[in-house]
């Protein structure tokens, strides 16, 4: 009888590991098989370990063999977590310098912004050049997302404000003169143009905007200062013309358009060499009137004078009035404040008046040449309206205090001239006509005082 013997092998024990058992889409999951000398995956592979990128859950077996040649099996589940889906917005994706912008993640639990923008789902920054922002969205499950969004910053403007002259005297103008962008905004009521006329009163600061084609928009601003050696002494009065005088103390502005911007007593017999300008024509200009202050002890001495706007209701008005109306006076600069003196008003084509009294300047309430009583040998030398109110007298051609035959010639030279600036234009309405001789024809024969007279 034979005998066999049989050996029995040990058998072999297969056993699975994950480094996890729950990843995120798209990770990968390392499998190890232990227990054997050889491996066989249902993926193929036949190395102890394998990386796996599963896409949805799913479960890996192993065969492994032991040296014996015995077998066994193991099977792993890995299971799939979805990531988040992460959007990065912002509530602007241009800005100026220096503005912020509020930047916002959804999409995640929890987020983590680059760039300094730090945690959160809601961060505001302000970059300073184009910057790019990315976010990581984190889930419940720890997966994560990106997203990014981009800002565009836009420099400012290089606003630059400057003025003409820093240091004036009252009654002087500045021009401002803005630049560095496309529109220009300046405070004080000086408007939108690239430059401004201003004479300020008191030391004043004058604050420019300026915005550029991309809505940006930077500051600056310059003073002017009121610096002169002399504190300028305020002159007030009240005067009408008969050539522009229409009723209750109101005269028309007929020659707005055609008055001259420069003062026109720069010529005989004035000769006056006082260089007050305007730029523009104010609404409520009737015309240039030249101001005589005299001595208070000897009213043939002119202590100073200077050509002025006078207004629609007679007032009388420094030229720097055009581009500030807030000034109710004449400001000269040589006179002594406190002291009395004379007042005398002289028109290119009117009679020239004085004072009948004294007055101390500054004054603040108007000397009133509209009343007989304030006009010397008012009699003789101004003309009633009839309502309470007297002026000039209009006729005077050649301005030599006189009003003769000699006005009418010079009249009779200009008679048709039409839209012209005209001292053959007594009623003041741009047009040398008939009804200028109607306006001179009263008055012939009117004899102004000598003290005043050219």
């Not at 990106?146 to 003025?163: C, E, G, K, R």
């Not at 820093?166 to 408007?191: F, P, R």
């Not at 300008?277 to 004078?305: G, H, K, Q, Y």
Request: aromatic letters at 8%; glycine letters at 8%.
């Amino acid at each position: 009888m034979t005998q066999e013997t049989i050996v029995v092998g040990a058998a072999a024990t297969a056993n699975i590991t994950a480094s996890a058992a729950s990843i995120c889409a798209g990770e990968i999951a390392m499998l190890t098989a232990s227990g054997g000398s050889t491996y066989a995956w249902d993926t193929g592979d036949n190395s102890a370990s394998i990386n796996v990128t599963p896409t949805s859950n799913t479960t890996y077996n192993v065969t492994v063999t032991n040296s014996n040649g015995c077998t066994d099996t193991d099977q792993i589940s890995i299971s799939i977590f979805s990531n988040p889906t992460a959007t990065a917005t912002a509530n602007r994706i241009t800005i100026c310098e220096g503005e912020s912008v509020d930047l916002s993640a959804t999409g995640g639990n929890t987020y983590a912004w680059d760039n300094g923008a730090g945690a959160g789902a809601s961060p505001s920054v302000s970059p300073n050049v184009n910057t790019t922002y990315t976010v990581t969205a984190t889930n419940s499950n720890g997966c994560t997302d990106t997203d990014q969004i981009s800002i565009t910053v836009n420099a400012l403007p290089a606003a630059m404000a400057s003025a003409s002259q820093t240091a004036i005297c009252v009654g002087e103008t500045v021009t401002l003169t803005a630049s560095g962008g496309g529109n220009y905004q300046w405070d004080n009521g000086l408007g939108t143009a690239a430059t401004a006329t201003v004479a300020p009163t008191a030391n004043t600061t004058y604050n420019l905007t300026v915005t550029d084609s991309n809505g940006c928009s930077a500051t600056d601003q310059v003073s002017v200062n009121i610096n002169c050696s002399t504190t300028p002494t305020n002159v007030r009065l009240q005067v009408l013309l008969e050539g522009a005088y229409d009723t209750g103390g109101q005269m028309n502005t007929n020659l707005t358009a055609l008055i001259p911007n420069n003062q026109p007593y720069n010529i005989a017999p004035w000769n006056y060499n006082g260089t007050q300008n305007i730029t523009s024509t104010p609404n409520n200009m009737v015309d240039w009137v030249l101001v005589e202050v005299r001595a208070a002890n000897d009213n043939t001495i002119a202590v100073e004078r200077k050509a002025a706007l006078l207004l629609d209701d007679g007032s009388v008005v420094d030229a720097a009035y055009a581009v500030n109306n807030s000034i109710n006076s004449v400001f000269f600069n040589n006179l002594t404040s406190g002291e009395d003196y004379f007042i005398v008003v002289r028109h290119r084509n009117h009679i020239a008046i004085i004072g009948a009294n004294t007055v101390a300047l500054p004054n603040t309430s108007a000397y009133d040449f509209t009343q007989a009583a304030n006009v010397l040998d008012a009699n003789s030398q101004v003309v009633d309206f009839g309502d309470g109110n007297v002026g000039l007298f209009a006729g005077d051609y050649g301005s030599n205090g006189v009003i003769t035959f000699t006005d009418f010639n010079g009249y009779a030279a200009e008679l048709g001239t039409t839209n012209q600036y005209m001292e053959g234009d007594f009623n003041m309405d741009g047009s040398v006509t008939i009804a200028d001789f109607n306006t001179y024809m009263p008055n012939a024969s009117v004899i102004g005082l000598d003290l005043i007279r050219y």
